[in-house]
């Protein structure tokens, strides 16, 4: 008996136990789910052979939009998306990223009903290949009305699943939608990027997400700093990827690279009591250069500072990406910054190598300028036959020739002393012949600029050399302007000739290609035109496609003329409307066609401050205009029968009359406001006009007279603009 109860008692205890055990594991089940079900972090990296700094930049301000469109449009909800790029890594982390994509209801428009539906009212092959695009049969496609006709559409469901399928597919599209200005190849493999791609790190939570591309599998191995952390280590999760990179001395944001380089930067500047020159292009260059970025102060031979700073300069920031130091006076100094990617038990050979390399590149610019120097600058003008400038219009020194050709030209009627117009001349003569010396050849970056050292060195005097130095100037939207008469003489002359040039031999630019800049040629030359209104743009053009046809250049001068004039006048119309100017302002003054691009300048200028600071007077300038602009009738004239006119026409003819004589004193001084004004103070005569007369008289002779009246008032008006522009607005 007391055996029979023992078994008992042991068999009721492996039953408990049992179930113990069986809830156990169904609560660890239930957590795993439950756990499995949270939303978690994404973290993916791929490595790559370090990728082109500039390149580097563009991907990761790609991946900032591809992310987050390409996640959600394949549904994956998520919380935030945060990019990091190094030149040897591209990745983002993506935060809350859910367990199950959302459930949708989408409905999408396909063709038609008349392509849809054939005569029996079927679904046609478009229709049919419709549905066959969305994966839904042909019983969910249906009719609905749309912007007032009949569409085929179709609703599709997608139900929630695990997002898992759709990270891959979300994953490898942002992969391959980063556009690179060069993509490669790499062993036997068909996929193109920046560079070789030789790892992929891609964790959801704990887990690794499957993923191939370019044969490679994504695992939880990323490689550290060649240097620093070389080799394999291993990812325990998603969110531990960042905190990885760092123990590794990574630094896998280019923000935090860059405030690293700056504050470097500027305790070295404390230190020396200088400052340093940082070119944001070069900065972000040196950031995309390095994962874990430290500067270095070197210095090389004071005996170098002889050598004219800019080519020094250009052989450290051009070339070796260095940052030079100046003095608070702005003198430049024999110190450098470089930006390392190397240990610290390294830096005094980096500084050593980095010196000697600057040392070997400020050798070879002391001795080309000393050897430059060995002949005047006039000496090498005759050189520029040497150099072809473009095919068809011959060398640089053909070039030169017609700058110096079309200053003597426009000379003649330039308001100015005889000395600045000797110096205009001589700087025509001499701003290109440094194309040729041997330090611009080396250093393409200074021309103009040595070129005004040498014509220093050689006794010019300070202004030929200050238009040699700036006839570059303005490069660009916003730049400098050259600082005199002279120097912007020299520059319209030099960049005028270009347009023309190319124009004559049908070269001009089209909306894909500008190869000789044309645009910003023609801004720089509206540039120089708005500061120097005494410069001609139609005695330079002129003359310059005069010069041209000289040379043996065959065009139709007249329609050259106009097409470089609707070029110029283009690019003009861009610059007013960067500036603010609304187009129907532009149009109205353009179409009065003013002969200097200043002029038109000015007047939108004035026209635009009087529509939004003299509202009244805007509006009772345009009130006045549209009244008389869609009555008036050009075949009727502007020859008035006064004895036919009554009291409110004879009114408003004097009155015409002494605004328009106010008008042409303003436009003589260009005070294009108080013109307006004056034009703004018709609008009650026209009003009383209006108010006491029948314009379209059964009499014909009066009504001509009238039509003529109207058309004198409307004709003062066309001395500042044509307001029928602003009217038809």
Avoid at 109 to 132: C, H, M, Q, V, W
Avoid at 443 to 461: D, H, K, L, P, W
Avoid at 511 to 520: K, M
């Amino acid at each position: 008996m007391s055996n029979t109860n023992e078994c008992a008692h042991q068999t009721q205890h492996a039953a408990q136990t049992k179930q113990v055990a069986q809830t156990g594991q169904d609560t660890q089940a239930s957590e795993t789910v439950q756990k499995e079900q949270t939303p978690q972090t994404l973290s993916f990296e791929l490595g790559v052979e370090e990728i082109p700094a500039f390149d580097l930049h563009k991907a990761s301000e790609q991946l900032q939009q591809l992310v987050p469109d390409r996640l959600s449009a394949h549904a994956v909800p998520f919380e935030r998306v945060t990019v990091f790029s190094t030149p040897r890594r591209l990745g983002f982390i993506v935060k809350q990223v859910a367990a199950q994509t959302q459930a949708q209801e989408l409905d999408f428009r396909g063709p038609s009903a008349k392509i849809g539906l054939d005569e029996n009212g079927n679904f046609t092959k478009a229709a049919l290949g419709f549905a066959r695009s969305k994966n839904v049969s042909a019983s969910a496609l249906e009719l609905r009305d749309c912007a007032g006709e009949r569409y085929v559409f179709a609703h599709v469901s997608s139900p929630s699943q695990s997002t898992t399928p759709a990270i891959q597919a979300a994953l490898l599209e942002i992969i391959t939608s980063i556009a690179w200005p060069k993509s490669c190849r790499w062993a036997s493999r068909s996929e193109t990027f920046s560079r070789p791609v030789r790892w992929i790190v891609c964790l959801f939570g704990s887990k690794v997400v499957p993923l191939t591309f370019a044969g490679l599998h994504a695992d939880r191995f990323t490689w550290g700093h060649r240097v620093l952390s070389a080799g394999k280590h291993e990812i325990s999760s998603a969110d531990a990827l960042l905190d990885t990179l760092r123990h590794l001395q990574i630094v896998p944001f280019e923000d935090q690279r860059k405030e690293c380089i700056l504050d470097e930067v500027a305790h070295f500047e404390k230190k020396l009591g200088l400052h340093a020159e940082i070119p944001a292009k070069t900065l972000l260059e040196v950031t995309n250069l390095c994962e874990a970025p430290h500067v270095l102060v070197c210095s090389f031979d004071e005996s170098f500072l002889a050598v004219p700073k800019e080519i020094i300069v250009d052989a450290m920031l051009m070339h070796q990406r260095y940052f030079p130091f100046y003095t608070n006076d702005g003198a430049l100094t024999n110190y450098f910054a470089v930006v390392s990617n190397a240990a610290e038990r390294a830096f005094e050979q980096v500084k050593v190598g980095n010196e000697r390399v600057v040392r070997a590149r400020l050798d070879d610019a002391k001795f080309f300028y000393e050897e430059d120097l060995k002949h005047p600058l006039e000496w090498y003008v005759d050189k520029l036959k040497q150099v072809v400038f473009q095919q068809d219009l011959g060398t640089m020194y053909d070039k030169t020739m017609r700058i110096e050709a079309c200053a003597k030209q426009i000379c003649a009627s330039l308001d100015a002393t005889e000395q600045e117009k000797q110096n205009l001349c001589r700087a025509a003569l001499l701003c290109k012949a440094d194309l040729v010396t041997n330090a611009v050849i080396e250093f393409t970056s200074v021309q103009g600029i040595m070129g005004g050292y040498y014509a220093r060195a050689c006794g010019e005097n300070d202004q030929v050399v200050q238009a040699i130095t700036q006839h570059y100037q303005p490069r660009f939207a916003g730049d400098v302007l050259p600082c005199d008469l002279v120097a912007c003489g020299v520059a319209l002359i030099d960049k005028l000739d270009t347009i023309c040039g190319l124009f004559a031999i049908d070269q001009a630019p089209t909306g894909s290609s500008d190869p000789f800049a044309l645009r910003r040629s023609a801004i720089g030359a509206l540039s120089i035109l708005d500061a120097y209104p005494q410069l001609s743009l139609s005695a330079t053009l002129t003359a310059l496609l005069d010069l041209h046809a000289q040379a043996g250049v065959s065009f139709d001068k007249q329609a050259c003329y106009q097409a470089v004039y609707r070029f110029i006048l283009g690019r003009l119309r861009v610059m007013l409307k960067d500036e603010g100017i609304a187009p129907q302002t532009i149009d109205a003054i353009v179409a009065v066609q003013p002969e200097h691009p200043r002029d038109i300048m000015l007047r939108c200028r004035a026209l635009e401050k009087v529509a939004h600071q003299q509202r009244e007077d805007y509006e009772n300038l345009t009130a006045a205009y549209v009244r008389a602009w869609n009555l008036h009738d050009i075949s009727a004239g502007m020859s008035v029968d006064d004895a036919l006119c009554n009291d409110a026409e004879r009114v408003l003819l004097a009155k015409v009359q002494s605004v328009k004589q106010q008008i042409e004193h303003d436009l003589e001084h260009q005070r294009y406001e108080e013109a307006c004004s004056a034009l703004a103070s018709l609008r009650a005569p026209i009003d009383d006009l209006f108010a006491s007369t029948l314009i379209m008289d059964a009499d014909e002779a009066l009504k001509k007279n009238h039509l003529a009246v109207l058309n004198c008032f409307v004709d003062v008006f066309s001395c500042i603009a044509d307001f029928s522009c602003l009217a038809k607005g």
